[in-house]
């Protein structure tokens, strides 16, 4: 049974993940939903930890940039590299 509130959708880009015990780190994106994202990192980040996420969205023809709190939800290892799962917690 799907738990996922949202459906997700393909999204790939950079997304800028900083925090005061992280610093800031560059990762890609793989998928996007209204309530989080999936990452793609060369290292682990703790569970739990708040983050702040920056990234740029297209809408209409338009750049954004977006700046979204975001929760670490789940980091597992695959080939090589950690999937980051975050929840959203507010958009600006």
């Known amino acids: ?3 996922r509130q949202h ?3 393909p999204f790939q880009r950079s997304v800028y993940l900083s925090s005061r ?3 800031e780190q560059e990762m890609e994106s793989s998928d996007f939903s209204l309530s989080g994202m999936s990452m ?3 290292q682990p980040v703790p569970v739990g930890e708040k ?3 920056r990234f ?3 809408t209409l023809g338009n750049r954004r940039e977006l700046n979204v709190l975001a929760e670490i939800r789940h980091v597992n290892l695959a080939a090589g590299r950690y999937r980051v799962g975050v929840n ?3 958009l600006d």
């Open 1 to 3: 049974m799907e738990k």
């Open 7 to 9: 459906r997700r959708i």
């Open 21 to 23: 015990q992280i610093g």
């Open 40 to 42: 793609l990192s060369e």
């Open 51 to 53: 983050v702040r996420l």
């Open 56 to 58: 740029v969205v297209n």
């Open 88 to 90: 959203f917690l507010d």
